[in-house]
């Protein structure tokens, strides 16, 4: 079973390099910013996440209950706003290079994810997918099954903990917001004003976040935001590792990798109903976002569905398939796909991990 399931992965793989050779012309057109789209997202994202937030304040005097109600509503509007960001630091959102980078720090104050610093980060990531030399800078933390194998019983029990669900989507988004954001752990060559950057940026939020604060009261003040932002970087962790860590992705070692198939198939189609593709801004439509990062998210759509070829190889997730998502922990080279912890002691049983 397993021999057939790699061999129908490399069957669609070379599928993939001769059907869409030529997609770099296909996309071309979809690449181009839409003003008006642009300022249209903008005010239907803003103006809601602003009103909301309002109303949460208020709605303090009546119920934390329904304060927390309109919140987890509101936190997909603030997922919208860090997907224009996340455009912005595409240079996608718009044709002008400043606009974009003054909406992305506008963005930045918002969802507390500094504009430049981040957005170095994610576009290496876009450069690198699916590398496994490169795992460490804009992924999701995992190893492979050979790397687990090698690990003493608290090397093993250290990974177990980090990739329990609750750490994963809940602890971890905590650390990334308090620490990883706050503070440039990744240093490069040349990325010394990218991490000055992020300095200033941090300065920025901070600054509005202690005149807000001022101004409304802090413990009013940090409860509603805090409870956003916190939310929201829970909700992030979990679509970025749907969309790259389902069972089906694809890993490679530098020597073997292709960019065309790790962008088709290393991403997943994570296909949501219509208003929560909406409210996430497309990013579901991840296969195509990887495929190129030049596509403004407004623009996703129509590139689906007007080239159904995309999605025939892509992996094709809903929600309660991303559910199911949850158990994978290792990255087995040998059958091209991730597996879980029971997997591999069954496999480790039989002499054959």
């Known amino acids: 079973m397993d021999s057939f399931n790699v061999e129908n992965r490399e069957r669609i793989e070379q599928e993939i390099r001769e ?42 005097d ?12 509101n936190v997909f509007f603030l997922v919208r706003i860090f997907i224009i960001q996340h455009d912005c630091g595409h240079q996608s959102f718009l044709k002008s290079q400043r606009w974009n980078t ?5 963005c930045s104050v918002f969802s507390t994810i500094p504009f430049k610093y981040w957005a170095k980060i994610h576009n290496h990531h876009h450069g690198h997918t699916g590398q496994l030399e490169e795992r460490d800078i804009g992924d999701i933390n995992f190893i492979t099954v050979n790397e687990y194998k090698s690990r003493g019983f608290f090397g093993r029990l250290g990974y177990r903990i980090f990739r329990h669900p609750f750490v994963l989507f809940f602890v971890v988004p905590t650390f990334y917001f ?26 920025l939020i901070g600054a509005v976040y202690i005149g807000l604060a001022w101004l409304l009261g802090w413990k009013r003040f940090l409860f509603v ?8 970087f829970c909700v992030a962790f979990w679509f970025f590792y749907v969309q790259h860590q389902h069972e089906e992705t694809y890993m490679r070692w530098r020597k073997n990798w292709d960019y065309l198939v790790a962008s088709i198939r290393g991403a997943s189609y994570y296909k ?5 593709q909406w409210l996430t801004g497309n ?43 949850t158990t994978l922990k290792l990255y087995d080279e040998e059958r091209n796909r991730m597996i879980s912890f029971r997997e591999f002691y069954k496999m480790e049983r039989l002499g054959m991990a």
């Open 62 to 73: 009546w119920s934390i209950w329904l304060t927390i109600g309109i919140g987890l509503i």
């Open 225 to 232: 935001q805090l409870f956003l932002v916190l939310s929201f």
């Open 102 to 106: 003054a909406i992305g720090i506008v």
């Open 178 to 203: 308090a620490i990883s954001n706050r503070f440039p752990t990744i240093n490069l060559k040349g990325w010394h004003k990218v991490r000055r950057s992020q300095i200033f940026n941090n300065i």
């Open 283 to 325: 990013i579901g439509l991840h296969h195509i976002h990887h495929l190129s990062a030049r596509i403004p998210n407004y623009n996703l759509e129509k590139c689906l569905n007007d080239n159904p070829l995309f999605t025939k190889y892509a992996v094709t997730l809903t929600f309660w398939d991303s559910l199911k998502t």
């Open 19 to 60: 059907k869409l050779k030529n997609w770099k012309q296909i996309i071309q057109e979809y690449q181009v910013p839409n003003t008006k789209k642009a300022v249209l997202q903008i005010l239907t994202t803003f103006l809601p996440y602003l009103a909301l937030w309002v109303l949460m304040y208020f709605s303090l």
């Open 272 to 276: 949501l109903p219509k208003v929560f």
